[in-house]
């Protein structure tokens, strides 16, 4: 995804927390592409230079550059060229975040008609909205599914607007089961409406070399306290400040979560677990913690880098690779079902309902969850 709040991640949102990371889908392939072994170069350069923990950017760098001198990348080209590179970071340290994005292929009409005809669910490019289902979803209970925390004012103010029209309810259920990451402004519309006292949320720490030269994507938000920390990173505590209308600060908080609730996703599920004002459902989430930007490696290649962690301020422990764990564990599809039958709706009329608003895109994460 691109960076964090103001630009999103492919997630990050990662983000530590979120920050989600979102790097937008590169351009058709190049008639005057670049070598294989330069695209490699700048990436491991990238990497050395900004990734959150200086020692294994090192390390990736160094691999990038023996797989170069190896010439293992020199033949290769778009998706194989990157995951090539990919295979040989991760060898080293997996995250949750990186990766490389090659330009795609123009695809030939017949192969896209093809292709269409045969899938019965969303397509691979087909775009998510980032909201869904926002609404009353039984009496007194409110519902809506984020797909995303995009750089979006419109977003924003939808949210704004549900929280607003929903201030009413003695439940709000929001459901993250598919959602892979973002910034910060739709959880700086939210948070405000649950917590009756400023608190912290969540710490998050971004390398101070990136910090000093104006790349960190939370540099300069509203919600962002600046503390000491650890050298070399520059730490922020995420805060919320309570709003003027109190009607919902009593109410019941439910997040439904699942195995691809990402980055930003996981931010928002550890903010409502770490202080207790909300109660996960469901399965880990994906355990992609690092947040960063996305950067142009040229002629269509992208990488996102993690620049930044978040983590929880009491334990200093992030996700990455683990996942924020849910408080009442059970499989995400009915994690919705075990909210609403807890509320004390009616077995049957429950089972209905978790079933006119199971999501359409997938609840498992999409790769194997890394491990450090």
Known sequence: MIRFSRILPALMVAAGTVIA???????????????????????AALLERDYVYP???????????????????ASLIGEALGK????????????????LRAPEAP??????????AANAGPSRRAQKLPIEQAGWIAPGIAFVRFNVFPMDCDVTAQTAKFMADHADAKAIIFDIRTHNGGGLDQMDVIFPWLFSEPTRL??????ASVDARGGSPIDGLASMRMVKGNPGMVTREHWVAPGADARLRDAKVYVLTSGASAS???????????????????????GANHFGTGEDLGNGYAA????????????????????????????????LLRVLTDMGVAPDAARRLSDAHRPSWPMERRRPRPGR
């Open 84 to 99: 090539a590179i990919d295979q040989d970071v991760n060898a080293v340290s997996p995250d949750g975040h990186l990766r």
């Open 55 to 73: 020692e294994t950017g090192k390390r990736y760098a160094a691999a990038i550059r023996a797989g170069i001198a190896a010439g293992r990348y």
């Open 202 to 207: 969540v710490t998050m720490a971004t390398r």
């Open 304 to 335: 996102f880098i993690p620049v930044g962690r978040t983590y929880d301020p009491k334990t200093g422990k992030d996700w990455e690779g683990v996942g924020v764990a849910p408080d009442i564990p059970v499989m995400p599809a009915d994690a």
């Open 107 to 116: 695809e030939a009409p017949e192969a896209a008609e093809a292709a269409a």
């Open 21 to 43: 990371s979102v790097i937008a889908p590169p351009p058709a392939l190049a008639a005057d592409e670049v070598s294989a072994n330069v695209i490699a170069e700048t990436y």
């Open 264 to 286: 930003a996703a996981e931010h928002f599920a550890l903010a409502m677990k770490h202080t207790g004002r909300g109660t996960l459902v469901g399965a880990p989430t994906a």
